[in-house]
T-cell receptor
Framework: DGGITQSPKYLFRKEGQNVTLSCEQNLNHDAMYWYRQDPGQGLRLIYYSQIVNDFQKGDIAEGYSVSREKKESFPLTVTSAQKNPTAFYLC??????????????FGSGTRLTVV | GQSLEQPSEVTAVEGAIVQINCTYQTSGFYGLSWYQQHDGGAPTFLSY????GLEETGRFSSFLSRSDSYGYLLLQELQMKDSASYFC????????????FGAGTTVTVRA
């Protein structure tokens, strides 16, 4: 079955550490996205990519970095520069940006906690 | 930028009907989507409206009025499993055709 796999499900980070969240899709989608969700709030866009080897900043990119070396993979690194990283991180994909008839497909998320 | 407003919470009993309203402000509006998210889970796509009118999919319907910058999600014959958060999301040319999400409405279904 096609879908998006995020790992790990839970992640604990010490102060000053960089951590990388994995996102893999086998839907053959061109576009991929990373969102952050805080308790009781909506989804805020961190980064998105419309094509391999290209990505753009979203609304809250500071303290985060991404890469898109393969169509299937869009890992997110939370750097030590992100001062408040504790949140639920969701990866999503769509055939391409602007094609919303069938919606975005989301992964199950990674819950990151700073300890 | 984009802004979306939807109620934060709605409570209803099983079998009832719930309407979740969403008003939006954006330039270059393209369409309005709705997503459902159970606690701690992945959001799942419910519906998409690009044109005015009502779209019906089983117990859920979604409505759009482009002239009023307004839409709603209608949940009929509520079931306990419908307890979840519901997000409206706007697709616009001004945002490079990416979705911008509202803060979500938590629907609680009581027996």
């Amino acid at each position: 079955d096609g879908g998006i796999t995020q790992s790990p499900k839970y992640l604990f980070r010490k102060e000053g550490q960089n951590v990388t969240l994995s996102c893999e899709q086998n839907l053959n989608h061109d576009a991929m996205y990373w969102y952050r969700q805080d308790p009781g709030q909506g989804l805020r866009l961190i980064y998105y990519s419309q094509i391999v080897n290209d990505f753009q900043k979203g609304d809250i990119a500071e303290g985060y970095s991404v890469s898109r070396e393969k169509k299937e993979s869009f890992p997110l690194t939370v750097t030590s520069a992100q001062k408040n990283p504790t949140a639920f991180y969701l990866c999503a994909s769509s055939p391409r940006t602007g094609e919303s008839n069938y919606g975005y497909t989301f992964g199950s998320g990674t819950r990151l906690t700073v300890v | 930028g984009q802004s979306l407003e939807q109620p934060s919470e709605v409570t209803a009993v099983e079998g009832a009907i719930v309407q979740i309203n969403c008003t939006y402000q954006t330039s270059g509006f393209y369409g309005l989507s709705w997503y459902q998210q159970h606690d701690g889970g992945a959001p799942t796509f419910l519906s998409y409206n690009a044109l005015d009118g009502l779209e019906e999919t089983g117990r859920f319907s979604s409505f759009l009025s482009r002239s009023d910058s307004y839409g709603y999600l209608l949940l009929q014959e509520l079931q306990m499993k419908d307890s979840a958060s519901y997000f409206c999301a706007v697709l616009s040319r001004s945002n490079d055709y990416k979705l911008s999400f509202g803060a979500g409405t938590t629907v609680t279904v009581r027996a």
